[in-house]
């Protein structure tokens, strides 16, 4: 059974830091790995998707990394802002079924950024 | 652009009544998710349909079904609900991998359940 990891499970950090945030999975046969985040009570937002072809995706600040072999994704925050402070969720999904593969989420990091 | 559409957003029943949640995928997206996250937990994965047949099945309680029709949405049946099943109901939608290539899923604003 797939195990999904997020250490820590809360992270403060002030304006301006780099932000890491990590996700370990124990099945390496994964078919890609999303990075979401949510506000509080709110939807989940997609912000990276990673197949499992590929090491890293980049969009503006975010950079996600994939290390399939060590089971393990990190998603950076750079230059992070108040904006940021939210929860980060990874999802995976297995090669299992031909479509609609569940995605499998880590318990999520908790980020607070302050000013 | 189109996002995935849920409703309504919030809902409040009382216990052992039903509810119906509906989910409008991305246009083109023939792949629908419903996922259910408690207060403080992260979305558990309930059930999914391709191309209007169920793919997966998770930890969906026999009081509840789903399907999707035709033009692709979805609805979640819940039945004699009970006090537990108050929670956020997600559904997130995505392109199948029939092309061989698997998008991203893309998650609703979600139906808040409250069964009082």
């Known amino acids: 059974k797939q195990e999904v990891t997020q250490i820590p499970a809360a992270l403060s950090v002030p304006e301006g830091e780099n932000l890491v945030l990590n996700c370990s999975f124990t099945?390496?046969?994964?078919?890609?790995l999303q990075w979401f985040r949510q506000d509080p009570g709110k939807g989940l937002t997609s912000l990276l998707l990673?197949?499992?072809?590929?090491r890293e995706q980049t969009s503006g600040r975010l950079n996600a990394s994939l290390d399939k072999s060590s089971g393990r994704s990190t998603l950076y925050i750079a230059a992070s802002q108040p904006g940021d402070s939210a929860t980060y969720l990874c999802?995976?999904?297995?090669?299992?079924?031909?479509?609609?593969?569940?995605?499998?989420f880590g318990g999520g990091t908790r980020v607070l950024v302050k000013p | 652009a189109a996002g995935v559409i849920q409703s309504p957003r919030h809902l409040i029943k009382e216990k052992r009544e039903t509810a119906t949640l509906k989910c409008y995928p991305i246009?083109?997206?023939?792949?629908v998710y419903w996922y259910q996250q408690g207060p403080g937990q992260d979305p558990q994965f309930l059930i999914s349909?391709?191309?209007?047949?169920?793919?997966d099945k998770g930890s969906i309680p026999d009081r509840f079904s789903a399907q999707q029709f035709s033009d692709y949405h979805s609805e979640l049946n819940m039945s004699s609900l009970e006090l537990g099943d108050s929670a956020l109901y997600f559904c997130?939608?995505?392109?199948?991998?029939?092309?061989?290539?698997?998008?991203?899923?893309?998650f609703g604003q979600g139906t808040r359940l409250t069964v009082v």
């Open positions: 990673i197949q499992s072809s590929q």
């Open positions: 099945d390496s046969a994964i078919y890609n």
């Open positions: 999802a995976l999904t297995l090669m299992i079924k031909a479509a609609g593969n569940k995605l499998t």
């Open positions: 246009p083109r997206h023939d792949t």
């Open positions: 349909f391709y191309e209007k047949m169920q793919s």
């Open positions: 997130a939608s995505s392109l199948g991998r029939a092309g061989g290539v698997d998008t991203e899923a893309f």
